[in-house]
């Protein structure tokens, strides 16, 4: 590519999830490195074949791997965190670990403007979402050993997601949460929010005290 093109196409190279991953993909010249192996919402690779690892954890090592080679090297590789986005703050921590920008699928797969039918499901709305590494992707070439026009097993299923209306509200709320979190760190900028957010680990009954508790919900299901 680069005899070809120079530096006119950028290549982005992974996935991987660890500090050796990372080194090989960045010696290679990848212009950015992807991480995660097996935390997409329609991913089942570990599952299916016992490989992966926590995103945090491996957003964690391969930052602080892509921050050594900088200062070895000069050279700044971006790295994205691909899989384990769920809520929005999960960017915000993605972020907050190391990663310059994030991939998401099921955010996006949303929304109007997806090119997918939406349908209604149990009574409510959702829209088709599928993984790269099912039948119905028909991304033999990436996922199969070869030989026969098929996939030998599934690494991704086939589902539905909520509907969530219009990108651009969504997309606004998101980055308005983004924002505050930032704010609330003292940061106005990423490099700033990796320098000054505190990550720590929390316990159950945390993470249940950082919900609505011992109130009755005025709309909750036992007043509907």
């Known amino acids: 590519i680069r005899e070809n093109y120079g530096d006119k196409v950028k290549v982005g190279a992974g996935n991987v999830v660890d500090r050796e991953g990372f080194l090989f993909l960045a010696k290679a010249g990848a212009d950015f490195i992807k991480i995660g192996i097996g935390g997409g919402s329609i991913c089942i690779t570990r599952e299916t074949k016992g490989i992966g690892r926590g995103q945090a954890t491996a957003v964690i090592e391969v930052a602080k791997a892509r921050d050594e080679y900088y200062k070895e090297t000069g050279i700044y590789i971006p790295i994205c965190s691909d899989g384990g986005i769920v809520q929005d703050y999960h960017i915000t921590l993605a972020l907050a670990m190391g990663a310059d920008f994030v991939m998401l699928g ?18 409510n709305y959702g829209k088709e979402y599928w993984g790269e ?18 996939l030998s097993f ?16 969504g997309v606004q709320t998101t980055l308005y949460k983004v924002r505050s979190t930032m704010c609330n760190c003292g940061a106005l900028s ?29 709309n909750g299901p036992q007043n509907r």
Do not use: C, M
Not at 134 to 141: E, G, T
Not at 191 to 218: C, M, W, Y
């Open 106 to 123: 099921r955010y996006f797969a949303r929304f109007d403007e997806s090119p997918t039918n939406k349908l209604r499901v149990g009574g």
């Open 133 to 150: 590494g099912s039948n119905r992707a028909r991304n033999w070439q990436r996922y199969d050993l070869g030989g026969a026009q098929k």
């Open 154 to 169: 599934e690494e991704g299923v086939d589902s539905y997601v909520p509907y969530a209306g219009p990108l651009a509200d």
């Open 190 to 218: 990423i490099p700033e929010l990796q320098e000054k957010a505190r990550l720590t680990v929390v316990s159950s009954t945390s993470i249940v005290e950082g919900g609505s508790h011992d109130v009755i919900l005025k």
